[in-house]
């Protein structure tokens, strides 16, 4: 696929962003210093922890350079009751911070995470549990990937990974945050895994169709048919999890799209991104106007974990959506964008509008049976029936309030506000319906950045 040519340009692209990416020895050094000095206060402490187990890419040298999280797991023996594990899982994370920032976070199970010398800790508490699928808690896995990894990758392949990560982070399809809608680290070592460095998986997944499916053994049943996103990665140490279940359709199109340009014309932007210079506010003007758009302003829930309210605000884009659909306005695309304070859901549009007469097309106009009932139906005709193509056609009245697009996202807005989870009804206590002109008064910073992006339609890496 990579023309000869382009080898050896990638080949010293990658040396170059690996500079960039390894983590410095002294920052191996001080993470392993600070790993050891938790792991020997919590395992001297009275409890009914086992041990201490440092998981996550720092545990195995995948880690990206300024990534300082330490994953570290307090062990129990199975047997032991959740809600004790919960309770002593939480005391011995509390004492780990003693004279340190942190605060409670919310796995499957609640956990202190915080900062001590510059690293981002978590304290998880997880059950010992012979194979990876017989775990009690998602948490469960975790030390199995990091035995399997620590086994199967060499030196050379850590770096590899690096160099994976830091191509996904670059085009923007990396992470295991909801908000992202992206590929874990983990998924990502899998795929350096199976194709045996950087270069062959991204010659990898510059072949794969519209769907993927990576297994690590032959399995009984055909993932295929038990997960419905574009990529499935099987995870080695339990069957039952997709790796990639949160990646979407977009991001999968999009990793596709970078591998094949990247081996085209390979180049670090690939890496990096390049920063987008949002455009004067006249050029935007000049774009909205070839386009008709609304957005719904709100507010970003304080209280709930983030990654909880982004999924919650994919899944209230796509319900408003819905509600235009039905009201039969055309949703060209939807967007939702947060800097995690203020909101904007938005919606581009066929039209703002739609006329007095609403044309419903019926039955064929032969079909003596169903035509009969289908002008049965008690509704106001603007005028008689007639027959179009074979069908009967007729034209009802549709009311003030269901011709605006706009009325009908507010009217809808205004419903959640009281008929939805908690984090919605939050987030839209304020909402309100904008226009362009308005959305246009919003128009600086980030969401300036953001706007231009959308209406430039360009990935990061182009
Ligand atoms: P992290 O999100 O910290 O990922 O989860 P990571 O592997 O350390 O990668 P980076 O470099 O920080 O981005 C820690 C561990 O939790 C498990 C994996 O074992 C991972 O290594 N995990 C996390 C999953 O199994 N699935 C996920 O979606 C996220
Ligand atoms: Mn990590």
């Keep these: 696929m990579a023309p000869k040519n382009n080898e050896g340009k990638i080949k010293k692209i990658c040396s170059s962003v690996l500079k960039k990416i390894v983590p410095p020895k002294k920052e191996l050094a001080a993470e392993r210093k600070l790993f050891l000095e938790i792991k020997k206060k919590v ?22 350079r300024g990534d300082k999280d330490l994953d570290l797991f307090v062990m129990y023996e199975k047997e032991m009751g959740e809600n004790e594990l919960e309770e002593e899982g939480l005391r011995i994370g509390k004492a780990v911070f003693r004279g340190h920032k942190w605060e409670k976070a919310y796995s499957q199970h609640p956990y202190i995470r915080g900062v001590i010398k510059g690293f981002d800790v978590e304290i998880v508490p997880g059950y010992i549990v012979k194979r990876g699928n017989e775990i009690k808690s998602a948490v469960d896995r975790t030390p199995f990937h990091n035995k399997l990894l620590l086994e ?11 160099l994976l990560k830091q191509f996904m982070k670059g085009i ?38 519209e769907r993927e499916v990576i297994t690590f053994k032959k399995l009984e049943r055909d993932p295929a048919n038990d997960f419905f996103t574009p990529l499935i990665i099987i995870d080695p ?18 990793m596709k799209l970078a591998a094949r340009k990247f081996l085209e014309e390979p180049s670090e932007k690939f890496f990096f991104g390049v920063k987008v210079e949002a455009w004067p506010q006249s050029k935007v003007i000049e774009e909205l106007k070839k386009r008709e758009f609304l957005a719904i302003k709100a507010d970003f829930p304080k209280r709930i974990l983030p990654d909880l309210v982004w999924g919650q605000l994919r899944r209230y884009l796509r319900k408003a959506a819905t509600q235009l659909e039905e009201k039969d306005f055309a949703v060209r695309r939807a967007n939702v964008w947060s800097d995690e304070n203020k909101v904007f859901f938005m919606y581009e549009l066929k ?112």
């Design 43 to 64: 395992e001297g402490m009275k409890g009914k922890h086992i041990r201490l187990e440092w998981c996550g890419s720092s545990a195995r040298g995948t880690h990206l």
């Design 152 to 162: 199967k990758f060499s030196a050379k392949d850590k770096n590899e990974a690096r």
């Design 172 to 209: 923007g399809a990396y992470g295991a945050d909801l908000k992202n809608e992206a590929l874990p680290g983990y998924g990502v070592e899998l795929l350096v895994l199976k194709y045996g460095g950087f270069l062959d998986a991204v010659k990898g997944i510059a072949k794969w169709g």
């Design 237 to 254: 140490v339990d069957e039952n999890r997709n790796v990639a279940s949160a990646l979407s359709f977009a991001n999968y199109e999009k």
């Design 351 to 462: 039209e703002l509008n739609l006329p007095r007469a609403k044309i419903i097309r019926g039955p064929m106009a032969n079909d003596k049976e169903n035509v009969k009932r289908f002008l049965e139906k008690k509704r106001k005709l603007l005028k008689k029936p007639r027959t179009e193509e074979g069908r009967i056609v007729i034209e009802v009245e549709r009311a003030d309030d269901e011709r605006s697009a706009k009325k009908i996202l507010q009217g809808f807005v205004n419903t959640c506000r009281t008929n939805e989870s908690d984090g919605i009804k939050i987030c839209l206590r304020n909402g309100k319906v904008l226009t362009e002109h308005e959305i246009l008064e919003h128009y600086h910073g980030s969401f300036a950045e953001h706007l231009t992006k959308y209406l430039e339609g360009k990935e990061m890496f182009e």
